[in-house]
């Protein structure tokens, strides 16, 4: 038996009992059951960093907004499916204010958590030309996107963009667009897992051949303004969020309050059709919706059937936050920020004990600390990594589930490490590696 700072046996015969043959290609919540139940067994605090969730608490202004609303009575009305008149005002706005480009309030519409946004882009865009096929995916990226194509019955295709950065971009993106049967491209910005930020060269690369293969692009934005190496904190002022917007006519912006706003709970997001998509008319649309508009289906066709809109108090919730923050009386940068300043010490305990960052440059620029980093350790697939990192009370994910390209690293949030654990991580780190880099020797 081995001697590891978290109980060699207990750890060992609950990965067995879990029924998860192979570690690396567990999903998050899997991972998240799996170290519950070691905690619980050993009674170990671990150093969690599987799961993307917000580790601030929300608001009180979102929260007061939602309870009053309630007392005013809002949770017997059926909320509009197109969301209620000052959302989708002050998103527009937001959008003006920190992205700099124009989209009607009537395209701004809640869904339940980003997650309904990416699955109502899915009905609409990967149906409204028959002839083509599903979407093409700038990996890596949030797995459970993938999941909704699969489950539409769409086709997808991926490729890590890490050794395509800049203008090397062009070429790979064209050897699957000219296929000719790819509806959409998504990507997130910045980049979970790997916290990559595409640039306005790339952007303007995507948006050209948008146009030219007839694509719309799905923008993730759920890390909206996380890139903190530029400050995109002023709303109105210049430097603004790089975005699709400015490239291409046909695009979604999906935004999450997730993780800007800490509001998870209450499962509201943005979707942000631009103008010219929202009016355009697809005739292979008419095979699933009443209309050929792209607009009216994703409102009255998708989300109308998926939950005919979002709950009404949430939605007053995040319409006075977003007011907050346009009116610049609530700074959200400032306050995720705490997230980038967590992810530069934790990084530099990894490398200091033998890890290294496999996704560490944005081209020549090495990658801002965010909400996520990556990590390997010489000789180690992820699998291995991820089982071996349990017995030093550590906890992550396997970049194998991303779509990456590397079968050696592994994803780490920083959102739930508090920095009081910052010494246990320190602690444990040196013992993985005094531990390793022996048996390496
Ligand atoms: C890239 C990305 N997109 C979308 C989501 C989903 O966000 P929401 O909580 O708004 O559904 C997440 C959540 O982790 C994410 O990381």
């Known amino acids: 038996m081995k001697n590891t700072p978290v109980d060699y046996n207990i750890v060992k015969t609950r990965i067995e009992a879990s029924g998860l043959t192979n570690l690396g290609t567990a999903s998050i919540r899997e991972i998240v059951k799996l170290v519950n139940q070691i905690e619980k067994a050993t009674g170990m605090k671990f150093i969690r960093m599987e799961m993307g969730a917000p580790g601030l608490p929300a608001s009180q202004i979102v929260v007061n907004a939602e309870i009053d609303s309630l007392k005013r009575g809002v949770s017997s009305v059926y909320p509009n499916i197109e969301g209620i008149n000052p959302l989708k005002e ?12 124009d989209i009607n309030p009537q395209g701004c519409i809640p869904t339940v958590g980003s997650m309904m946004g990416s699955m109502v882009s899915f009905l609409v865009a990967n149906r409204n030309d028959k002839t083509k096929e599903g979407t093409l ?5 949030f797995p459970v996107q993938k999941t909704q194509v699969k489950l539409l019955g769409h086709t997808y295709h991926s490729f890590d963009i890490f050794e395509y950065r800049g203008s090397k971009l062009k070429n790979k993106l064209e050897s699957y667009l000219k296929s000719g049967k790819i509806s959409s491209i998504l990507y997130s910005n910045p980049n979970n897992p790997t916290w990559m930020c595409l640039n306005e060269e790339e952007l303007a690369i995507i948006g050209e051949l948008s146009r030219k293969y007839d694509v719309i692009v799905i923008e993730d934005l759920a890390y909206f303004g996380m890139d903190f190496r530029k400050d995109y904190s002023k709303p109105g002022l210049p430097p603004f969020q790089p975005t699709i917007g400015r490239y291409t006519d046909d695009y979604i912006i999906l935004i999450s309050s997730s993780k800007i706003f800490s509001y998870a709970g209450q499962r509201i997001g943005m979707m942000a ?8 008319q697809y005739p292979d649309l008419l095979r699933y919706y009443s209309t050929d508009k792209f ?6 066709g998708a989300l109308y059937a998926l939950s005919a809109g979002v709950a009404h108090s949430v939605q007053y919730g995040l319409a006075a ?14 306050i995720v920020k705490e997230y980038g300043e967590k992810a530069r010490v934790m990084k530099a305990l990894f490398v200091a004990n033998g890890f290294k960052i496999p996704y560490d440059m944005d081209l020549d620029e090495p990658l801002a600390d ?13 699998s ?19 779509g990456s390209n590397r079968n050696d690293g592994l994803r780490a949030c920083v959102s739930y490490v508090a920095r009081e654990q910052f010494h246990d991580l320190e602690n444990r780190l040196k013992r993985f590696n005094e531990d390793h880099a022996l048996k390496m020797n």
């Open 321 to 334: 936050l977003l007011k907050a923050v346009n009116d610049g009386n609530y700074r959200f940068i400032s």
């Open 370 to 382: 965010g909400f996520y980093f990556t990590i390997s350790y010489p000789g180690m697939k992820s």
């Open 137 to 141: 995916f700038l990996d890596p990226g």
């Open 273 to 280: 059709i631009s103008d010219h998509l929202f009016e355009r």
């Open 384 to 402: 291995e990594l991820l089982e071996e990192l349990l017995y030093y009370g550590i906890s992550a994910i396997s970049l194998d589930i991303t």
């Open 90 to 101: 002050e998103t527009s706005r937001f959008i003006k204010l920190f992205l700099d480009i």
């Open 295 to 300: 607009g009216h289906s994703a409102i009255f």
